[in-house]
């Protein structure tokens, strides 16, 4: 696969990711960017609903052997890259092979990071798989405690910012004097915020698949079911519960918001990287803050012109310090 091809990619399969990771110095670049497109790959096996559960476990498997390189047999994904309604989806499948490729390529180091965070993402898109394997649209399943919600995040998301750290600070600023564990620490938090927020977000559609990932005792303690919250009539119930969690979202996105302004300031690109998830997911939260979160027809979507708003204001406030950490409402 040649860069022009793994870069098309990316711009296909991540409209927000590919602005971040064109603004990333050349030196993690690649390798940040081929872990998000291995990643994809998994998560499009993962969700092509049409194949049986059992079939998409036994191909995440096959994939995650191929990716720690214990087994070398090439990989047939034929089947599931003729289910994709996308075509960059099905590319991706197609060309799995080719992105392997790039992963052997890899400096050790970068590919023991790179396997390390796709197994853990795996092993998040699998157990999802096993827990959600009978939920329909009339029969909803949720996760059982905010343990499990705190896992799944961190499974496959989480550990993303814990990656990211672990490359910056190995060809950035490897001679920072930086907190180590408090800058990975609030690494996973980030990812984790970003990852809530999508759940948050997407709740009405989840619901109808059957899936719920607010978890089911704190749901209870408020008086419902699961399948309750098919229903539109149950938000007055729902709310308190559902801002208790976009405080928690908004509060890793605290923690994020950190972790940018700790990274050296003159690394201007990473900092711009990490910045535009975060203000990113702030508006999503205002704006769910705002509407009927149970309603399958109103899902919040960040419009272009919207991303482009945030974009030049981050760029044109960076060069003040002080306008900069306003950007986002936290404390500086």
Known sequence: MSPPSLNQ????TSRS??????????????????????????????????VPVAKRLQALQ?????????????????????EQGLPAERLLLERCDASLALLRALAPADRKHVRSVLVTIISGQSLDLQRFADATAGGVFALSNEAELDDYTYRVAGCVGEFWTQMCRAHLFPDANLDEGRLIAEG???GKGLQLVNILRDLPADL???????????????????????????????????????DFAEAYLAAGWS??????????????????????????IKRLRAKSVLDPNGRIKISRSDVRRILFRSVLRYPCANAWRRLAPFPA
């Open 9 to 12: 990619l990316l711009k296909q």
């Open 17 to 50: 990711f590919y602005l971040t990771l064109r603004v990333l110095p050349r030196a993690v670049r690649p390798q940040i960017g081929l872990a998000y497109l291995l990643a994809r790959t998994t998560d499009t096996i993962a969700d092509t609903e049409i």
């Open 208 to 246: 109808r698949k059957g899936r719920c990932y607010l978890p089911a005792d704190k749901l209870a303690a408020v008086n419902l079911l699961p399948a309750d919250l098919l229903a539109p009539a149950s938000e007055v119930k729902l709310r308190p519960l559902y801002d208790r969690y976009l």
């Open 188 to 190: 996973i938090r980030f």
């Open 259 to 284: 972790y940018t302004n700790t990274i050296p300031r003159r690394q201007v690109r990473v900092r711009l990287g990490c910045a535009w998830p975060i203000l990113i997911g702030l508006e999503t």
């Open 62 to 82: 096959q994939l995650r052997d191929r990716i720690l390189g214990s087994q070398d047999l090439g990989l047939d994904f034929t089947a599931l890259a003729q």
